[in-house]
């Protein structure tokens, strides 16, 4: 709590907060809560939802004669409300209606709208709004007193402003009031006035700039020195990305000011980042709740923070940032450069974002939303730094940054989340002096992709730490899995599986019901023609089986999966068979096309140097789409670091072989790797097939791959099979002459599938607690090869809180044999059963007997 504070607290309401009958109910109750718990409140709001931008609008058509109709439509939008408040608003708001109309009317007649005009114009969204709110207050016997803001808070004349932003974005000053204080307290004890207006040393309405209600509310909290300023608004809090791109994006429980500051400006749009010096300077605590339900906890912001906070907190992303790429060797050791260029900059009002240099270059990005002149200027600046040197302007960017607190010391931890730029082209990167920022500017097409993956890797994988609450799924209780029931099948079959491994120690266990969900929810994808199970994911013959009965066909990548499944099936249609190899001996192809399967050819040796095998055959073609995508660099299987596949380059000269040798190119296949969550992808995957067909004649089937991705626990995002379909439908759309293929593995049996373990030991060492088990990285690799996390739960003691933070081991001789780093467990003992989720994909298919230790076995349940 803040020191010497009174007992004053500023709400500031939003104005989604401030539209309904429901809302007010809450605020109403709130306040009845904050006065009985005896503080005095300044309640301080927003314009109705939507008000600000038709006044807007009603300024912007002073001369097209539009104005009238927008008038109307603000005084129904109040009128409405009123009546659902209970309110005659005609009687409440007649004077502001009317002064609204003659100004409205005023500047059609003159055509044009002076500052003072539009400050006034802009500051009535507000007026009418609390007239309104202070009406059905009082009417609920709240007692509420209106203030003028204007009489309140004067604006200061700010060194260099324009005329404009003294009038539209006015700034006031942030020390504290006594005089005000005891002025209010004469006057009641809740407070209702507007944000966003003020007035200035003449006592004209100025106006404190779009979001400026945040910051009203903070100068008021600042003038009373408040113990709290609670900002309500229509989302929980802020959150560790943006929750409607990300909605596994955590909500942030505790930042200091500073890192408030720095997500707010970079982009998050909660909080207006002007209202957080205010109560910085006065070490006044922010809270932002949540208006929809006032219990849900949401952020605080204060000078305090633990010691097991998260050092990166969010990641954000700015779009339509613009790079200026100054290139010369005159640079070199040459004094004055930069500042020559940037005296350019200056002169054509640009304001510079971030910087990097090398000898040779400097690159500079501009922030659109402090230049947004630059096209008007974008001629004659370029002609004039030209003279400096060589000049590249690049657009289409977006900057991404990681934001926390000393991420300088960090950067060492973030390696695997840097193995994302492996497929990414860099403009530029930046570390920003205060440490609190690292920022990349990537090609705006990757940059949703890129957040996704670095939330997944820097975010997600932290658990237990102070700072991070729920995700935005989890406060909104969203539906995880597309119709797989939410709680999972294993907690359900808890007493089975926990009889299970007591009686046959280290066991996958598959759940074949959970199967057949997952089955059901493939049928999403109407687009595919046909559906080829990766057979590598999983050979368990009952699984097998029930893929067989349900008609998929089988993708196999060796000689030996494809004689498995001709032993297990041996009347299958040989077309439902398609053989993948990559660098398989010259035999299997043989094989192969003698079991009459579908044949992919993925290198042009084997054309060169094998053609006459395929004379007059059949076969698929699978290339290299240039980039791979997936959740681990070692999966990611296109581009040239990738070992698989035909580059586009070489089609032609493929060509000319399959033409001399009377070979049909019957498909195209394309897989670009493992566990992707981009739904866009098999899209991609798709145009670009398409393109490598156009090039031979005899083209019927896209087999687009497989990889779709899973979560392998709660704060993992969730790929929608309904996106991937909608995707699909748009490319069908263009080339409705294909049949496409898909051939997923891990879908269809990751969640299926839990291994189970007895613990043999537990041990402490420092500040970490080790649970052992019987089994380890023999039975699943997955976590000290990719760095996979997947949920542990101790299953016989489902019921205790997790509270000690826990190494889960297996019994093998290497440091990496780890199943679970950090994670908050129970008190776990001897015998207690250990069940690690969503390991029915490439965990027993990838098991060895490492140390003369036999993996875990397989039951089907
Ligand atoms: N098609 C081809 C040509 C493939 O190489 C693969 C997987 C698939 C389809 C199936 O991909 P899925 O739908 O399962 O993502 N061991 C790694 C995964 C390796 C994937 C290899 N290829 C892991 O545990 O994550």
């Not at 109307?72 to 009317?98: K, N, P, W, Y």
């Not at 060895?848 to 349940?861: F, G, K």
Request: net charge negative; with cysteine.
């Amino acid at each position: 709590m803040k020191q010497n504070s009174t007992n004053w607290i500023v709400l500031k309401f939003g104005g989604t907060s401030v539209s309904s009958l429901a809302n007010w109910k809450n605020i109403a109750s709130v306040l009845d809560k904050k006065l009985s718990e005896g503080y005095r409140v300044c309640l301080v709001h927003s314009a109705l939802s939507g008000v600000s931008n038709k006044l807007e609008k009603i300024i912007a058509s002073a001369s097209n004669g539009e104005s009238e109709a927008i008038v109307s439509e603000i005084r129904d939008q109040h009128l409405e409300l009123a009546e659902d408040l209970g309110l005659d608003a005609d009687q409440l708001l007649g004077d502001e209606f009317s002064e609204l109309e003659q100004l409205a009317r005023g500047i059609s007649l003159i055509q044009e709208a002076g500052y003072h005009v539009q400050a006034r114009i802009m500051a009535l969204g507000e007026l009418m709004s609390t007239k309104l709110g202070a009406a059905y207050l009082n009417k609920l016997g709240l007692k509420a007193k209106w203030k003028d803001a204007r009489e309140m808070l004067q604006s200061i004349p700010a060194k260099n402003a324009s005329e404009k932003a003294q009038m539209l974005s006015a700034i006031c000053d942030t020390a504290e009031d006594p005089e005000l204080r005891e002025e209010l307290e004469t006057e009641g004890e809740l407070i209702i006035t507007q944000g966003f207006i003020a007035s200035n040393e003449e006592g004209d309405t100025v106006v404190l700039g779009r979001g400026g209600s945040d910051v009203s509310a903070a100068y008021f909290a600042a003038k009373l020195q408040a113990e709290r300023l609670e900002i309500w608004t229509d989302v929980p809090g802020m959150f560790s990305s943006n929750p409607h791109a990300i909605p596994s994006a955590r909500l942030l429980k505790q930042l200091s000011y500073m890192e408030a500051q720095e997500i707010a400006t970079n982009g998050a749009k909660v909080l207006h980042p002007r209202c957080i010096m205010p109560a910085r300077i006065h070490n006044i605590p922010i809270e932002i709740k949540w208006t929809a339900n006032p219990e849900q906890r949401g952020t605080t912001i204060s000078s305090t923070t633990a010691d097991d906070e998260a050092l990166v907190k969010a990641i954000s992303v700015r779009d339509n940032v613009i790079l200026v790429s100054m290139e010369t060797l005159g640079m070199w050791q040459q004094v004055g450069f930069l500042a020559d260029a940037f005296e350019i900059f200056k002169e054509y009002g640009l304001s510079i974002d971030l910087v990097s240099t090398s000898d040779s270059n400097v690159t500079v990005s501009l922030d659109p939303g402090a230049n947004t002149h630059f096209n008007e200027i974008r001629e004659p600046f370029v002609a004039d730094l030209k003279s400096l040197c060589r000049v590249e302007i690049i657009e289409s960017t977006s900057a991404v940054s990681l934001l926390g607190r000393h991420i300088r010391t960090i950067l060492h931890q973030l390696g695997s989340a840097f193995e994302v730029f492996q497929e990414h082209e860099i403009y530029l990167v930046s570390q920003a002096a205060n440490d609190l920022n690292f920022t990349f500017v990537v090609d705006s097409e990757q940059a949703d992709r890129l957040v996704q993956q670095l939330h997944e890797q820097v975010i997600s994988k932290s658990t237990g730490l102070a700072s991070f609450g729920p995700t935005w799924e989890q406060i909104n209780g969203v539906e995880t899995e597309t119709s797989v029931s939410r709680e999972h099948w294993w907690k359900r079959k808890r007493e089975t599986l926990i009889q299970l491994a007591e009686q046959e120690g280290p066991v996958y266990v598959y759940d074949s019901d959970h199967i057949d969900e997952i089955i059901s929810n493939l049928g999403v994808l109407r687009s595919l023609n046909r559906l080829f199970y990766a057979v590598k994911a999983n050979t368990n013959r009952e699984l097998l089986q029930l893929f067989y009965e349900r008609g998929l066909g089988f993708e196999c990548v060796s000689i030996g999966e494809v004689a498995y499944i001709l032993e297990l099936f041996p009347d299958i249609e040989r077309n439902r068979i398609l053989f993948t190899p990559n660098f398989a001996p010259r035999t299997e192809y043989e094989q192969a096309l003698r079991e009459g399967i579908h044949v992919t050819i993925d290198n042009i040796f084997i054309l060169q140097q094998w053609g006459s095998l395929f004379e007059g055959e059949e076969v698929f073609l699978r290339i290299d789409p240039g980039q791979g995508h997936g959740h681990h660099r070692h999966v990611r299987t296109g581009g040239v670091n990738s070992k698989f596949g035909i580059p586009i380059s070489e089609l032609k000269e493929v060509r000319s072989i399959t033409e001399r040798l009377q070979i049909a190119v019957k498909g195209m296949h394309s897989h670009l790797g493992s566990g992707i969550k981009d739904p866009a992808s098999w899209k991609r995957t798709a145009i670009i097939l398409a393109e490598a067909a156009s090039l031979f004649d005899e083209v019927e089937i896209l087999d687009v791959g497989g990889g779709l991705g899973v979560r392998e626990n709660e704060m993992q995002s969730q790929l929608s099979l309904d996106e991937v379909e909608t995707g699909l439908q748009e490319f069908k759309k263009g080339f409705p002459q294909y049949r496409l293929w898909m051939e997923p593995g891990r879908y269809l049996v990751a969640t299926a599938g839990v291994l189970l373990a007895r613990v043999t030991q537990v041990k402490g060492k420092g500040k970490l607690r080790y649970v052992g088990v019987e089994t380890g990285m023999n039975s699943l690799i997955r976590p000290a090869l990719y760095g996979s996390h997947h949920t542990i739960v101790n299953l016989s003691r489902d019921d205790e809180p997790g509270s000690i933070t826990t190494n889960i081991v297996g019994p093998i001789c290497e440091t990496g044999d780890k199943l679970g780093i950090d994670r908050l467990f129970p008190e776990s003992k001897e015998g207690d059963v250990i069940l690690v989720a969503n390991t029915g994909a490439y965990g027993h298919v990838m098991s060895s007997s490492y140390n003369m230790r036999a993996p875990a076995h397989e039951v089907v349940i």
